[in-house]
C-alpha cells in the first residue's frame, strides 16, 4: 500500500482505491449470505457486517502486495 494511484491526472491514496474494491466484493457477499439466509445466524448483524468488511480489506490488501512483487 505504499504510494498513489494516477486515475487520468488524478492522485488517489491506494488505501481509498483497495476500500473501493473491497466494498463492491463485500456488496456480492453480502448479497450472497441474505439470499442463504445466513444472518438468521448471527447474533449483531452490523457488527458482523464491519467484520467482514475488515476481513476481506486484509484479504484484498494481501492480494495486491503479492500482485505487486
Known amino acids: 500500500m505504499i504510494g498513489d494511484i494516477d486515475i487520468s491526472g488524478v492522485f488517489l491514496p491506494t488505501l481509498l482505491v483497495l476500500m473501493g474494491i ?3 466484493l463485500f456488496l456480492g457477499v453480502h448479497a450472497v449470505l441474505t439470499r442463504l439466509h445466513f444472518y438468521r445466524l448471527v447474533w449483531h448483524r452490523a457488527l458482523f457486517n464491519v467484520g467482514l468488511y475488515a476481513l476481506l480489506l486484509g484479504v484484498v490488501d494481501s492480494f ?5 512483487t
Open 22 to 24: 473491497t466494498y463492491l
Open 64 to 68: 495486491s502486495r503479492y500482485l505487486m
